[in-house]
C-alpha cells in the first residue's frame, strides 16, 4: 500500500474521533456547569522518500526530499473558561463565579470535585447531589426549613429552625487546582484530582481566585453553539478530503492496474 | 523499451507528489502546519545526435547535434510553504500566534526546536511548555509563570499582575526569525522545525495572544492539485498502455507469417 493510503487513514481516523468530540460538546450544551473538550492536532514524522523507492534526484548538496506520515488527534483539552449563570429560584442551587470547585464526598468514601451545584437534602438533613452523593461541609439542614436557607457569596450558610429563629450553620469551602486541565474527568460532572492537576487547596469563598457563590443560580455550559458548528463544518470538510485522498489513492492502483485489464 | 520506463517514473513521481498531497490533508487542521509539495526534475539528460548524410559529412562533421532528451523524471526537492495560516481566535490566555516572520523556540530533548504553534500550558511547577512538554524559551530561558492569567504584548513581553496588582513583566517570548531561504529549515515532526544554522533574519513579527495559526495547507488547492495528480498519472499509464501494445505488434505481428 502507499504512504497515501495511511496519510489518509491517519486524517480519517483523527477526524472521526474529533468529530465525536464536537457532538459530546453539543449534546451538552444545556448540562449545567459541563466544561467543553477541545481537539486539536498534530503533524507526524517525516521520511526521506528514496527509502520508500522513489526515484529522486536532489541539487548536490540540497535538500532530500521527503514527505510525511499523516496526522494524529492531541489528547482533549477540557476548557474551564466560566458558564454563564442562569437563575432558577432554588435555595439549594449554588453557581461558583470563580475557578474553585465543591467538594463531594462519594458513597464509597473517595472525594470528586464538581462545580455542577444543583444540592438536594436527603431524610438526614445531609446536602447532597441528583446521585445522592455528599456536599463536603461540616454541618447539616437537620431541622432547618430548606425554604429559608440563605447562602451569602463568601459561603456562609444560615436557616430557620423549627423554633423559628434563623441560625448561623457553617460555610461552603471552595479548592483551587494549579491546573484544570489535569483533573480526570468523571460521570455526572464530577472531576477527580491526579499528579497533573495537583492537590487541591482550600479557600473560603471570595478570597483567592475561587470566586464567590450565587444562590439561586446555576451555572450552564460552557459550550458555545456558534463556535462548535464552525469547528463541526471545518473538521467535516478536512474528514472529506481525507476520503477523497484516499480514494484517489487507491484509482492511483486501478489505473495500474489496468495497464494489463 | 525506454518509453515504459519513462510512463513508470513519471507515475512514481505522481505517487510520490500525491504523498505529500495526502499529508496537507491529513494535516489541514493542524496547528502551525506547513504545507510541503514536491518538485520535478528531469533526470539524466542526454544529448542525441544524428548522422550527417554522407555527402555533408567531413572531417569530424559526422554527428548533427538535435537537442537534449531526459531519460526520466524524478523528484527534486520537496519544498515547504512559510506562508502565514489563517489565525483562529481560541480566548485561551496560553494560546499565542505568530503574524509575520519568525518562530516560537522551545527546548526539545537534544536541541533546540521551532515551532509556529503557540499552544502552550502550564506544567506543575509552573513552567510554560508545549503540548509534548518542553519548555518553552524566553529571552531569560525557559519562562516560568504565577498562574495562566498572563498579558501579552505584541512583541512578545509577557506581563503577570502580582498579589499587591503591580503589573510585572515577567520575561519575553524569544522568537527566532529566519532568513528562510538560506536557513536550512527541516521537519522535525510534531510541528516543530530544527536547523543547525542560527537565527539572523529581519525580525517582522507580531505576537497575538488567544489566537493560534491553523494549517496553511488549503483544502481547495489540495484537491485542484490532487485532480492534476490523478490525471497525469492517468496520462503516463496511458502511455504505458500504448508501448505495451508497440511491443506487442513487434513480439507477435511483425514476425508472424501472413
Given at each position: 500500500?502507499?504512504?497515501?493510503f495511511?496519510?489518509?487513514?491517519?486524517?480519517i481516523a483523527?477526524?472521526?474521533?474529533?468529530l465525536?468530540?464536537?457532538g459530546?460538546?453539543?449534546?451538552?450544551?444545556?448540562?449545567?456547569?459541563?466544561?467543553r473538550?477541545?481537539?486539536?492536532?498534530?503533524?507526524?514524522?517525516?521520511?526521506?522518500?528514496q527509502?520508500?523507492?522513489?526515484?529522486?534526484?536532489?541539487?548536490?548538496?540540497g535538500p532530500v526530499?521527503?514527505?510525511?506520515k499523516?496526522?494524529h488527534?492531541?489528547?482533549?483539552?477540557?476548557?474551564f473558561?466560566?458558564?454563564?449563570?442562569?437563575?432558577?429560584?432554588?435555595?439549594?442551587?449554588l453557581?461558583i463565579e470563580?475557578?474553585?470547585?465543591?467538594?463531594?464526598?462519594?458513597?464509597?468514601?473517595t472525594?470528586?470535585?464538581?462545580?455542577?451545584?444543583?444540592?438536594?437534602v436527603?431524610?438526614?438533613?445531609?446536602?447532597?447531589?441528583?446521585?445522592?452523593?455528599y456536599?463536603?461541609v461540616d454541618?447539616d439542614?437537620d431541622?432547618i426549613?430548606?425554604?429559608?436557607?440563605?447562602?451569602?457569596?463568601?459561603g456562609?450558610?444560615?436557616g430557620v429552625?423549627?423554633a423559628?429563629?434563623?441560625?448561623?450553620l457553617?460555610?461552603?469551602?471552595?479548592?483551587?487546582?494549579?491546573?484544570n486541565g489535569?483533573?480526570?474527568?468523571?460521570?455526572?460532572?464530577?472531576?477527580?484530582?491526579?499528579?497533573t492537576?495537583?492537590?487541591p487547596e482550600?479557600?473560603?469563598?471570595?478570597?483567592g481566585?475561587?470566586?464567590t457563590?450565587?444562590?439561586?443560580?446555576?451555572?450552564g455550559?460552557?459550550?458555545?453553539l456558534?463556535?462548535?458548528?464552525?469547528?463541526l463544518?471545518?473538521?467535516?470538510?478536512?474528514l472529506?478530503?481525507?476520503?477523497?485522498?484516499?480514494i484517489t489513492?487507491?484509482?492511483?492502483?486501478a489505473?495500474t492496474?489496468?495497464?494489463?485489464? | 523499451?525506454?518509453?515504459l520506463?519513462?510512463s513508470?517514473?513519471?507515475?512514481?513521481v505522481?505517487?510520490?507528489?500525491?504523498?505529500?498531497?495526502?499529508n496537507?490533508?491529513?494535516n489541514?487542521?493542524?496547528?502551525?502546519y506547513?504545507?510541503?509539495?514536491?518538485v520535478?526534475?528531469?533526470?539524466?539528460e542526454?544529448?542525441l545526435?544524428?548522422?550527417?548524410?554522407?555527402?555533408?559529412?567531413?572531417?569530424?562533421?559526422?554527428?548533427?547535434p538535435?537537442g537534449?532528451k531526459?531519460?526520466?523524471?524524478?523528484?527534486?526537492?520537496?519544498?515547504?510553504s512559510?506562508?502565514?495560516?489563517?489565525l483562529?481566535?481560541?480566548?485561551?490566555?496560553?494560546?499565542?500566534?505568530?503574524v509575520?516572520?519568525?518562530?516560537?523556540?522551545?527546548?526539545?530533548?537534544e536541541?533546540?526546536?521551532?515551532?509556529?504553534?503557540g499552544?502552550?500550558?502550564?506544567?506543575e511547577?509552573?513552567?510554560?511548555?508545549?503540548?509534548e512538554?518542553?519548555p518553552?524559551?524566553?529571552?531569560?530561558?525557559?519562562?516560568q509563570?504565577?498562574?495562566?492569567?498572563?498579558?501579552?504584548?505584541?512583541d512578545?513581553?509577557?506581563?503577570q499582575?502580582?498579589?499587591?496588582?503591580?503589573?510585572?513583566e515577567?520575561?519575553t517570548?524569544?522568537?527566532?526569525v529566519?532568513?528562510?531561504?538560506?536557513?536550512g529549515?527541516?521537519?522535525?515532526?510534531?510541528?516543530?522545525?530544527?536547523?543547525?544554522?542560527?537565527?539572523?533574519?529581519?525580525?517582522?513579527?507580531e505576537?497575538?495572544?488567544?489566537f493560534?495559526?491553523?494549517?496553511?495547507?488549503?483544502?481547495?488547492?489540495?484537491?485542484?492539485?490532487m485532480?492534476?495528480v490523478r490525471?497525469?498519472?492517468?496520462?503516463?499509464?496511458?502511455?504505458?498502455?500504448?508501448?505495451?501494445?508497440?511491443?506487442?505488434?513487434?513480439?507477435?505481428?511483425l514476425?508472424a507469417?501472413?
Amino acid at each position: 500500500m502507499s504512504r497515501s493510503f495511511y496519510n489518509a487513514f491517519s486524517g480519517i481516523a483523527a477526524y472521526q474521533r474529533s468529530l465525536q468530540q464536537i457532538g459530546d460538546n453539543l449534546a451538552n450544551l444545556n448540562t449545567n456547569a459541563y466544561k467543553r473538550s477541545e481537539v486539536s492536532f498534530t503533524e507526524l514524522l517525516y521520511r526521506d522518500i528514496q527509502e520508500r523507492g522513489y526515484s529522486v534526484d536532489p541539487a548536490p548538496d540540497g535538500p532530500v526530499p521527503f514527505s510525511g506520515k499523516g496526522t494524529h488527534m492531541y489528547p482533549v483539552t477540557k476548557i474551564f473558561d466560566q458558564g454563564y449563570l442562569q437563575e432558577t429560584e432554588r435555595p439549594l442551587d449554588l453557581a461558583i463565579e470563580g475557578d474553585g470547585f465543591f467538594r463531594i464526598n462519594r458513597e464509597d468514601g473517595t472525594e470528586a470535585y464538581t462545580r455542577r451545584g444543583s444540592f438536594y437534602v436527603d431524610a438526614d438533613g445531609n446536602i447532597v447531589t441528583d446521585r445522592g452523593d455528599y456536599l463536603d461541609v461540616d454541618f447539616d439542614l437537620d431541622g432547618i426549613y430548606v425554604n429559608t436557607v440563605a447562602i451569602g457569596p463568601n459561603g456562609q450558610v444560615s436557616g430557620v429552625n423549627e423554633a423559628g429563629e434563623r441560625v448561623d450553620l457553617g460555610e461552603i469551602p471552595l479548592y483551587i487546582f494549579q491546573n484544570n486541565g489535569g483533573l480526570s474527568k468523571e460521570e455526572g460532572g464530577l472531576f477527580e484530582e491526579t499528579d497533573t492537576s495537583g492537590a487541591p487547596e482550600e479557600f473560603v469563598p471570595g478570597t483567592g481566585e475561587a470566586g464567590t457563590l450565587r444562590q439561586f443560580y446555576l451555572e450552564g455550559s460552557n459550550v458555545d453553539l456558534a463556535a462548535e458548528m464552525v469547528e463541526l463544518i471545518a473538521n467535516q470538510r478536512a474528514l472529506e478530503g481525507n476520503t477523497r485522498s484516499m480514494i484517489t489513492a487507491d484509482e492511483l492502483k486501478a489505473l495500474t492496474l489496468l495497464v494489463r485489464g | 523499451m525506454r518509453g515504459l520506463y519513462l510512463s513508470e517514473g513519471a507515475m512514481l513521481v505522481q505517487q510520490s507528489q500525491l504523498d505529500n498531497i495526502s499529508n496537507n490533508l491529513a494535516n489541514l487542521r493542524t496547528n502551525g502546519y506547513k504545507r510541503d509539495h514536491n518538485v520535478e526534475t528531469s533526470f539524466a539528460e542526454w544529448m542525441l545526435y544524428e548522422l550527417y548524410p554522407e555527402e555533408e559529412q567531413g572531417r569530424n562533421r559526422q554527428l548533427r547535434p538535435l537537442g537534449s532528451k531526459a531519460h526520466n523524471v524524478a523528484t527534486h526537492e520537496t519544498v515547504t510553504s512559510f506562508a502565514q495560516g489563517p489565525l483562529n481566535v481560541t480566548g485561551r490566555n496560553l494560546d499565542f500566534a505568530l503574524v509575520g516572520d519568525g518562530f516560537f523556540q522551545v527546548e526539545g530533548e537534544e536541541e533546540v526546536l521551532y515551532t509556529r504553534n503557540g499552544r502552550f500550558e502550564l506544567d506543575e511547577e509552573g513552567n510554560l511548555v508545549t503540548t509534548e512538554g518542553y519548555p518553552v524559551l524566553g529571552e531569560g530561558g525557559p519562562i516560568q509563570l504565577e498562574s495562566e492569567e498572563v498579558y501579552a504584548h505584541s512583541d512578545g513581553t509577557l506581563y503577570q499582575v502580582d498579589e499587591d496588582g503591580n503589573t510585572d513583566e515577567i520575561d519575553t517570548l524569544d522568537i527566532a526569525v529566519f532568513d528562510l531561504a538560506e536557513a536550512g529549515l527541516e521537519k522535525y515532526g510534531e510541528n516543530y522545525f530544527t536547523t543547525e544554522d542560527a537565527p539572523d533574519g529581519e525580525e517582522e513579527f507580531e505576537v497575538v495572544q488567544g489566537f493560534l495559526e491553523g494549517s496553511n495547507a488549503n483544502l481547495a488547492r489540495e484537491m485542484t492539485d490532487m485532480m492534476k495528480v490523478r490525471r497525469s498519472y492517468e496520462a503516463a499509464q496511458k502511455i504505458m498502455i500504448t508501448y505495451d501494445q508497440i511491443l506487442d505488434r513487434a513480439a507477435n505481428e511483425l514476425g508472424a507469417s501472413v
